[in-house]
């Protein structure tokens, strides 16, 4: 794999697991709450689980930055995005399809559904994808650039695709689907 598509993705996911933790530290209570709503661990255990997903999430972004230490980042990183989507799965299965996906923060309430389990496979997939050797050769200024821009489309990307997950179920009830 060439390095540029290595160190995009590598930061576009270093990115995304440091505004997701930031979402959860914004109100910490609330997310300790969405974590118990899952219902994955014993009620008493839920804010100990919480606090292990926070510091998975910063641990997963700092490990993906450090030189020497990406492969442990990429493999954080698929494991918390493989547990969000089994967690998902369980719950859709237990017929608890109301409760908050706990992705988007205190101000990003979605429900869960399969798109969300869809999602997360997605992106552990590209993880996956970088575990495998990059080449060398060495860096010039128009791979800063593309990689700052495909970081950028990559947000806009996941964020547009967060926003669709989020109003499907308001499409559907306006076709009279749902």
């Not at 608890?96 to 869960?112: E, F, L, N, V, Y």
């Not at 060495?138 to 109003?167: E, H, K």
Request: net charge positive.
């Amino acid at each position: 794999m060439d390095p540029v598509i290595d160190l995009t993705v590598r930061s576009s996911l270093a990115l995304l697991f440091a505004l997701a933790a930031a979402h959860k530290l914004r109100d910490l209570a609330d997310f300790r709450a969405t974590f118990g709503d899952y219902r994955i661990v014993p009620e008493a255990l839920a804010p100990l689980g919480a606090a292990l997903v926070v510091a998975s999430e910063i641990g997963a972004a700092c490990l993906l930055l450090v030189p020497g230490r990406q492969p442990v980042g990429l493999l954080v990183a698929v494991v918390l995005l493989g547990a969000y989507a089994a967690a998902i799965i369980v719950n859709l299965a237990r017929g608890r399809r109301h409760i908050d996906c706990g992705c988007g923060g205190p101000a990003g309430r979605q429900p869960i559904s399969g798109w969300l389990v869809a999602r997360n496979l997605v992106v552990a997939l590209a993880a996956l994808a970088c575990l495998g050797s990059v080449s060398t050769r060495p860096l010039v200024w128009v791979d800063g650039l593309t990689i700052g821009a495909g970081v950028a489309a990559f947000a806009a990307l996941y964020g547009a695709a967060d926003r669709l997950i989020a109003n499907l179920p308001a499409v559907a009830r306006a076709r009279g689907v749902a």
